[in-house]
């Protein structure tokens, strides 16, 4: 986390974001025409299946509800993330092999995971401790579906104002969850 006040420009994040943007719009290009060609293929068996069921062919639409979750759509690649709820993170994670960074210039984060999403308003720390030790994520939510991650590798990244940090060390339960020893801080002139 590295603090600056609201007037200072934060164009050293930008400066360091600037070749990631680039790799990840170089790799969204190149994957752009094998997903929108998978999700043709996809389309045209659902249309056969939907097909082979209105005409009662049992065994065939079968055979084509097997092939469609064979089929894999792979995720548009991201290198990282800004505003995302821990939910989204989890799956995003999953999505990129369990490597991504969160990065912001501002402290929506430390909102977020003291429940500002949250309609109970408690801490949500768990998945951010666990995404950052490496431990495997697995989350199970009715309407929501399961989330497994196997060593996951989360990196965070901030540039906040210092009022965020010293509100930080106001949250007991965050230091005392170990959340403020995980990040490095930097007051810089």
Do not use: C, H
Not at 18 to 37: F, H, K, M, N, S
Not at 79 to 100: A, H, N, P, S, Y
């Amino acid at each position: 986390a590295d603090a600056a006040n609201p007037a200072e420009p934060k164009t050293v994040f930008g400066l360091i974001l600037g070749p990631l943007v680039e790799l990840e719009t170089q790799l969204l290009a190149e994957a752009l025409p094998r997903i929108q060609d998978q999700e043709t293929r996809r389309a045209v068996v659902e249309k056969q299946q939907r097909k082979a069921i209105d005409k009662g062919e049992t065994n065939e639409a079968l055979m084509y509800g097997d092939e469609l979750r064979n089929m894999k759509i792979e995720p548009e690649p991201r290198l990282f993330v800004d505003d995302v709820t821990v939910e989204k993170l989890g799956e995003m994670l999953r999505e990129q092999g369990g490597r991504l960074a969160l990065t912001s210039t501002e402290g929506g984060l430390f909102d977020q995971m003291i429940g500002r999403y949250s309609e109970k308003v408690k801490a949500s720390l768990d998945p951010y401790l666990q995404m950052w030790s490496g431990d495997t994520v697995r989350v199970d939510r009715i309407g929501r579906g399961s989330v497994v991650i196997d060593k996951p590798a989360l990196t965070i990244g901030v540039t906040v104002q210092p009022t965020v940090i010293a509100a930080l060390a106001q949250r007991p339960e965050l230091k005392g969850r170990g959340l403020t020893a995980r990040f490095m801080y930097s007051l810089p002139k």
